[in-house]
């Protein structure tokens, strides 16, 4: 399973954290279209994102984005639900989990 946690800082400079660790498990690796639908989402978000660190080994995904702004805020709200979405379709293989 895949486990995706958005973490909301409430410090001075406003800063958001995104955790992503797991396989989902609903194929094998390289065919597996949760992991896939999830691994898009990310990138496409980090990279849309005004500024972001990203780590990521390939199992432990790990972004730290500072200075949210009001379009960031935007783009991981849209990358919220359309996560939440996916873990509806498939909650055997995605998980979401958000810390405000």
Do not use: W
């Not at 991981?76 to 958000?98: C, D, E, M, V």
């Amino acid at each position: 399973m895949i486990q995706v946690e958005l973490i909301n800082s409430h410090s001075e400079d406003y800063k958001m954290i995104i955790r992503s660790k797991g396989h989902a498990g609903y194929a094998k690796k390289g065919n597996d279209i949760v992991c896939a639908a999830v691994s898009v989402l990310l990138e496409h978000t980090m990279q849309n994102l005004t500024s972001v660190r990203v780590s990521d080994d390939g199992v432990n995904y790990s972004a730290t984005i500072f200075n949210v702004d009001e379009g960031d805020k935007r783009l991981i709200r849209a990358l919220g639900n359309t996560l939440a979405s996916i873990a509806n379709q498939y909650p055997n293989n995605l998980k979401l989990i958000a810390t405000r």
